[in-house]
């Protein structure tokens, strides 16, 4: 395995946590969202990632893509709330499908992951630094 594959799977990575980050502060964010341009509350959204081959010599060397951010099918909260402007007709406002607490961790883990990846990007650089600094001598 060169340098360069193991920037190309922390590179990898280091870009599906960021996409992880956002996405889960952007749940938060629009937690109490209950009326959208498109109608009805904020449906939240997911990540789905795919494990991608990041070399042709060696398959097993494996990075990570985002494949795709679709909408959560977790169910909507629903609330009695009928004063609010948005209840039906039996007094319920359909809530976002958001929840907080596992959107933070999700917010943990994608940070945690982030960290780990930059590891060993910082990792890699500094050996390879040092492995310059040994061949001069």
Request: charged content about 25%; hydrophobic content about 40%.
């Given at each position: 395995?060169?340098?360069?594959?193991?920037?190309?799977?922390?590179?990898?990575?280091?870009?599906?946590?960021?996409?992880?980050?956002?996405?889960?502060?952007?749940?938060?964010?629009?937690?109490?969202?209950?009326?959208?341009?498109?109608?009805?509350?904020?449906?939240?959204?997911?990540?789905?990632?795919?494990?991608?081959?990041?070399?042709?010599?060696?398959?097993?060397?494996?990075?990570?893509?985002?494949?795709?951010?679709?909408?959560?099918?977790?169910?909507?909260?629903?609330?009695?709330?009928?004063?609010?402007?948005?209840?039906?007709?039996?007094?319920?406002?359909?809530?976002?499908?958001?929840?907080?607490?596992?959107?933070?961790?999700?917010l943990l883990s994608?940070?945690?992951?982030?960290?780990?990846?930059?590891?060993?990007?910082?990792?890699?650089?500094?050996?390879?630094?040092?492995?310059?600094?040994?061949?001069?001598?």
């Amino acid at each position: 395995m060169s340098l360069m594959d193991v920037y190309k799977i922390a590179g990898s990575g280091l870009y599906a946590q960021r996409v992880r980050i956002s996405v889960a502060a952007t749940n938060i964010a629009n937690a109490d969202v209950t009326r959208t341009l498109q109608g009805g509350p904020y449906v939240a959204k997911d990540v789905v990632l795919r494990a991608v081959p990041i070399s042709d010599k060696n398959p097993y060397l494996q990075g990570v893509e985002v494949e795709a951010i679709v909408n959560s099918k977790r169910p909507f909260k629903m609330v009695y709330d009928p004063d609010n402007p948005d209840a039906d007709k039996n007094g319920y406002v359909k809530y976002p499908n958001v929840d907080v607490v596992t959107e933070m961790v999700e917010l943990l883990s994608a940070s945690r992951a982030y960290e780990a990846n930059l590891a060993v990007v910082t990792t890699s650089k500094d050996m390879a630094l040092r492995t310059i600094d040994l061949l001069r001598t």
